[in-house]
């Protein structure tokens, strides 16, 4: 089975004529009275300046240990006033990963 093209006529042709760019008919320019700004619209007031304000200080301690059994080291911030961790990296469950695959590995090689 054979397809034949038909030629279409195109939309655009490089022997029109442009129309020159400019205003419409029935085009409506704008002079300055007839902008907002001049008709009482209301204005923008400049920012005004505030005091720089510091960032509050970061006051936590960091605990750095070695998590023998998941073979990983794992970093505790701790609040110095109350001594609450705050946050652990790498978190529980992901070391709790990490050590099943070390017992695993091990259990491996001992055979």
């Not at 009275?33 to 008709?39: E, Q």
């Not at 911030?77 to 070391?95: A, C």
């Amino acid at each position: 089975m054979e397809t034949r093209l038909t030629p279409v006529a195109a939309a655009y042709s490089p022997a029109a004529p442009i129309a020159p760019a400019g205003p419409g008919p029935g085009a409506k320019t704008v002079s300055s009275a007839d902008k907002p700004s001049a008709r009482g619209a209301p204005q923008v007031e400049p920012v005004q300046e505030r005091e720089a304000v510091p960032p509050p200080k970061l006051t936590t301690d960091v605990r750095i240990e070695v998590d023998k059994a998941a073979m990983r080291m794992v970093q505790t911030f701790v609040d110095p006033e109350t001594g609450k961790e705050l946050v652990q990296f790498p978190f529980e469950n992901q070391l709790a990963f990490s050590r099943a695959i070390v017992a695993f590995e091990r259990a491996k090689e001992q055979r």
